[in-house]
């Protein structure tokens, strides 16, 4: 089936740092992948996307790479602000149909920003 | 401007005992679904619906019951609770599938004693 993997947390950065948080995926064919932001208290939003390899999704300064070969969609920012300390989920939907084509969350990466 | 409304924000049940969560939805979206999050899961999918009238399973559907007569309202019921349902439930829209951004409601936190 389908699955995700995220990198441990929690992550603590100082602000300005540059972020990477490393998603892997095991998936049929060409999934869709998403990564998805949950601040606290809040449910999650939609941070970017890409439903074909090479796609780059990017959005508030984050990045991500569909890359196909390494089976990857690593997030990276290159400057981080208090304000992006959150919980970050990469997800994925496969091409399968029914319960499979439905969003597969990886466990979370928890990002702390230090002032 | 409402989006996803989940009440309650907070529940404490029994062993046993029954309860309904509800989720509506002012977008008119076809899509909604329910996850469940716990520490070092993500979200689980629990059950989902491509529009009003029809419904169908997650990855883990057991001991939770769902319905959707109307567009706007996909409520879940757990019916027989046990504490290994305490977690955070999350219900979701989207215009029409999965694939679209999903709109999530803030949640409902319960525990089960």
């Known amino acids: 089936g389908n699955s995700v993997t995220q990198m441990e947390g929690p992550v603590t950065l100082s602000e300005e740092a540059f972020l990477t948080i490393n998603c892997t995926y095991t998936?049929?064919?060409?999934?869709?992948l998403f990564w998805y932001v949950q601040y606290p208290g809040e449910g999650l939003q939609l941070l970017l996307k890409?439903?074909?390899?090479?796609d780059k999704g990017s959005n508030k300064g984050f990045e991500a790479t569909y890359r196909k070969e390494t089976t990857s969609f690593h997030l990276e920012k290159g400057s981080v602000q208090v304000s992006d300390s959150a919980v970050y989920f990469c997800a994925l939907i496969g091409i399968s149909s029914g319960s499979a084509r439905q969003l597969t969350f990886g466990s979370g990466t928890q990002l702390t920003v230090l002032p | 401007n409402a989006g996803v409304t989940q009440t309650p924000k907070f529940q404490v049940l029994k062993t046993g005992q029954s309860m309904t969560l509800q989720c509506a939805q002012d977008?008119?979206?076809?899509?909604m679904s329910w996850y469940r999050q716990d520490p070092g899961m993500g979200l689980r999918l629990i059950h989902y619906?491509?529009?009003?009238?029809?419904?169908d399973q997650g990855e883990v559907p057991n001991g939770y019951n769902v319905s959707r007569s109307t567009t706007e309202d996909f409520p879940l019921r757990l019916l027989s609770a046990a504490p290994s349902q305490t977690s955070v439930y999350f219900c979701?829209?989207?215009?029409?599938?999965?694939?679209?951004?999903?709109?999530f409601g803030d949640g409902t936190r319960l525990s089960i004693l």
């Open positions: 977008m008119n979206h076809e899509y």
């Open positions: 998936a049929t064919g060409y999934p869709s």
């Open positions: 890409a439903t074909k390899a090479d």
């Open positions: 619906s491509v529009g009003a009238g029809i419904t």
């Open positions: 979701a829209s989207s215009y029409s599938g999965p694939d679209q951004p999903q709109h």
